[in-house]
């Protein structure tokens, strides 16, 4: 079982029918910066000015980016910057969404402070990227791309390094280079380490020419080195590169020992992916797999930017993906790994662990297995390629292989696979926040598994069909409300205002009844008090102002306010008065309300007014409306959060984890961990504030003796 907390809910990988949706109440901790122990930045020959000329750009804090064909060697140059010391965050794109790149930079600055994976959203990815202000490196960035855009629009404070085929930056504060090639002696350097000897005398002209040709491109200048090693004569190999640099693939490939021939092919399949030597070693069934790929990587063939990460260069694809075919069968492949996965899924956290490190070339696999219509490969690839997906929490992607998946059952008419993808696209339907897509989704499911006598599965689709039901329409704003969830709505508000107009009868009415028979004697015209703060009162109204009695229904408790200990002073000094205070929230999904009643001092006998104070108490109570926190239970996408050592209201958290409004002092929020403090309007003063004259002021009667 594999458990990832989202906001209010805990979603389990329970068995291979799916997951289960719970709910749960977390105490969620920031995630902690991640300290590396890097090395020093590989070295690059040639490449000093290059280096110097973009530490000045990034240390200026602007965007940089190269560009240039594949072979050139950018991705080593990513890395070098990447390595140099300042906070950093490589991350390959290709083909992953911007949600899931956001993820990955979460992943490669912080590590998890609870036992359980938590996957933050969106806002909150980015609220975390933009405050370490660190280098995002931005490694095979395709052509036309808008994502180092987007994170450069998210991520203020932070600087974009960006790396591609073709330019993606632009703009006058960002501008791609193109990379050259070695210059001719750093070329001759990497050829002669390379080599592992010196250049004979014989050798020299025709090596001068190969660099010649091959334009001082660093993976032409290494594969030209190994074939001389290997036996070939330099005129022969500086022969072949005269006719282009696809010759030198197609010659490096040519005459592979059968286990480094396999591991190449494996490889050619899933090109421009990295991957573990163990995954190379179950799709080929390639015993001794560690050594074939030093090999091939010594050869020039194989990338190993990493102690066990291996990968083909995509511009190498096109020129051995023919020649090396024959080498292993797709469903061979696709067995092999379908296996390996199945066992890894079996052994619990750290085998969907080990599935994940090789997840990149499981998604190319699968791609490579659509175009060919092959879809019983893509039905078996998807089944175990979603659980490495929800737990690397790339949800984004996940959500791509179970279409693709739930695509390729329809059309053989795999029932059960097809019930498993809508059951785990009914999950990210729900944590999408469009509960009604996610309850279609689990119908279908639970309809499809009920027929199949699938009992275990239908009762776990049943069981988040009902969780569904319960906590998903209304938990928030859903992009895709259905029509029960609008009419709910518009009831609630409907019925909100009909209380708002019920509560302005009755204060009007209790108002007028109280001038008509309240035997206390009211405030003298022109009287003055004091409010919190220390300000005068305004002239009061026995009556007050016709907007102030407006507000939600509530009820009244002797006591002091919220956020009070007792009696005390507000703010600025000025005495907290006797009162009572109702949090009760309003209608519609805005914040609630908070209705602030307080009543007037009494007088005993024999005391004296206070300085600047009404000889006589008010009449009636002096109501004003403020935002507050909500405290009940969050139907939000984000989590029930309990910090320690603050209280939950007013925390400047809202529901994601993310700190709102609260945190800055807006919306009547502390940000301190505490309710906001009622605003005392006093009677005929909300007339001020909104603008208008005060009513004028009724003559007061002298009220007989009992």
């Known amino acids: 079982m594999y458990s990832v907390l989202y906001g209010s809910s805990r979603i389990t990988l329970t068995s291979r029918s799916g997951t289960r949706l719970q709910r749960s109440e977390l105490l969620l901790r920031d995630p902690g910066l991640r300290h590396r122990w890097a090395g020093p930045p590989p070295v690059l020959l040639g490449r000093e000015e290059v280096l110097a000329t973009a530490w000045r750009e990034i ?140 250049v004979r ?171 060919r219509a092959e879809w019983r490969a893509v039905v078996r690839l998807a089944r175990v390629t979603e659980a490495a997906l929800f737990a690397g929490r790339r949800w984004q992607q996940w959500k791509e292989v179970l279409e693709q998946g739930e695509d390729a059952a329809r059309r053989i008419g795999d029932r059960a696979s097809e019930a498993l993808f809508s059951h785990q696209l009914g999950t990210v339907a729900y944590v999408e926040d469009r509960p009604g897509d996610a309850a279609a989704r689990l119908r279908h499911a639970l309809q499809l598994r009920a027929a199949l006598g699938d009992t275990e599965g239908a009762e776990l689709t049943r069981a988040n069909l009902t969780y569904v039901e319960a906590f998903g329409p209304g938990r928030g704003e859903g992009r895709d409300p259905d029509w029960r969830a609008l009419l709910r709505r518009g009831l609630l508000v409907l019925a909100g205002l009909v209380a708002v107009v019920a509560v302005i009868a009755a204060v009007r009415a209790a108002v007028a009844g109280a001038g008509d028979g309240d035997p206390s004697p009211g405030p003298q015209p022109g009287s003055s008090g004091t409010v919190a703060g220390g300000s005068p009162l305004p002239g009061g109204s026995p009556g007050g102002s016709p907007g102030g009695a407006s507000g939600p229904p509530v009820s009244f408790s002797s006591g002091p306010g919220p956020g009070s200990e007792g009696p005390g002073p507000i703010t600025g000094g000025s005495p907290r008065p006797g009162g009572v205070t109702s949090s009760r929230p309003g209608p519609g999904p805005g914040p609630s309300r908070s209705v ?87 009677p005929g003063s909300m007339a001020l504030l909104s603008g208008r004259p005060p009513a004028s002021q009724p003559p007061q009667r002298a009220l007989p003796p009992r």
């Not at 969106?122 to 808008?146: E, N």
């Not at 696709?334 to 499981?362: K, S």
């Not at 602030?596 to 009449?619: D, E, K």
Request: hydrophobic content about 40%; some cysteine.
């Open 59 to 198: 240390l200026d804090g602007r965007p940089v980016g190269f560009h240039g064909p594949c072979g050139f060697g950018k991705s080593s140059l990513l890395r070098n910057l990447a390595s140099g010391g300042r906070r950093s965050a490589f991350v390959s794109v290709g083909r992953t969404p911007l949600e899931d790149v956001l993820q990955l930079l979460v992943d490669e600055l912080y590590v998890s402070a609870g036992p359980e994976p938590v996957k933050y959203s969106g806002p909150v990815c980015r609220q975390l990227v933009r405050h370490t202000r660190a280098l995002i490196v931005l490694d095979d960035v395709p052509p036309g791309s808008r994502i180092p855009r987007q994170l450069a629009d998210a991520l203020p404070g932070c600087v974009l390094l960006v790396g591609g085929e073709q330019p993606v930056l632009g703009g006058a504060a960002a501008a791609s280079r193109l990379l050259p090639g070695l210059p001719q002696d750093a070329a001759f350097d990497l050829f002669v380490r390379s080599l592992g000897r010196a």
């Open 201 to 371: 005398d014989a050798e020299l002209p025709h090596v001068r020419r190969l660099l010649e040709s091959v334009r001082g491109r660093p993976l032409s200048v290494r594969q030209a080195a190994a074939l001389v090693r290997a036996g070939h004569p330099a005129g022969a190999v500086a022969e072949r590169a005269a006719r282009g640099v696809r010759e030198l693939d197609r010659m490096s490939a040519g005459r592979l020992p059968g286990p480094e021939r396999k591991a190449l092919a494996v490889l050619a399949l899933v090109a421009g992916a990295l991957v573990p030597g163990n995954w190379v070693a179950a799709a080929g069934d390639i015993a001794y797999v560690t050594q074939a790929l030093l090999s091939l990587h010594e050869r020039g063939l194989v990338e190993r930017p990493e102690e066990d990460r291996f990968g083909l260069p995509v511009c190498l694809a096109d020129s051995v993906r023919d020649m090396l075919l024959d080498a292993v069968s797709l469903s061979a492949t696709v067995n092999g790994l379908a296996d390996w996965l199945e066992r890894a899924h079996d052994g619990g956290v750290h085998g969907l662990m080990d599935a994940l490190d090789g997840v990149e070339g499981l998604v190319g696999l699968l791609g490579f297995a659509a175009e």
């Open 596 to 682: 602030v009643v307080i009543p007037g001092p009494s007088r005993s006998p024999g005391s004296s007014p206070g300085p600047g104070s009404s000889p006589c108490c008010s009449r009636g109570p002096v109501v004003s409306r403020s935002p507050s926190v909500s405290v009940g239970p969050s139907r939000s996408k984000g989590p029930i959060i309990r910090r320690p050592g603050a209280s939950s209201p007013g925390s400047g958290h809202d529901g994601d984890g993310e700190r709102g409004d609260g945190a800055r002092g807006g919306d009547g929020g502390r940000g301190d961990g505490r309710l906001p403090v009622p605003q005392v309007v006093p």
